[in-house]
């Protein structure tokens, strides 16, 4: 199993911007797809953006399309999430996730999930 750490969530103004990453132990995070989820409280975790494992293809949901950006540095066993113009509605702990399978976009075609890293932006 890889371990996954999440960094860089804080307190933000709408309008505003971060840096999400994902560090990964083990030597097989550049073969895998990587993930990012998020939940905000009282609702259910939700698909944020996915990569694939050259960083040649990405998916977005349609929520954060055209804001928020996942890249990837396989040197470094790293995933990040760019997020701009950042919205109250934003505010949520993130997960980074890696992905097994060829589908995705839901829970399911990920097998293992960092900690999160909380995001709260302000209105």
């Known amino acids: 199993q890889v371990q996954l750490v999440e960094s860089g969530g804080g307190l933000v103004q709408a309008g505003g911007s971060l840096r999400l990453s994902c560090a990964a132990s083990?030597?097989?995070?550049?073969?895998?797809?990587m993930g990012w989820f998020r939940q905000a409280p009282g609702k259910e975790r939700e698909f944020v953006a996915d990569?694939?494992?050259?960083?040649?293809?990405?998916g977005y949901a349609d929520s954060v399309k055209g804001r928020f950006t996942i890249s990837r540095d396989n040197a470094k066993n790293t995933v990040y999430l760019q997020m701009n113009s950042l919205k109250p509605e934003d505010t949520a702990v993130y997960y980074c996730?890696?992905?097994?399978?060829?589908?995705?976009?839901?829970?399911?075609?990920?097998?293992?999930w960092g900690q999160g890293t909380q995001v709260t932006v302000s209105s």
């Open positions: 996730a890696r992905r097994w399978r060829a589908g995705w976009g839901t829970m399911a075609d990920y097998d293992s």
């Open positions: 083990g030597r097989t995070f550049s073969g895998y797809a």
């Open positions: 990569i694939n494992w050259s960083g040649g293809s990405t």
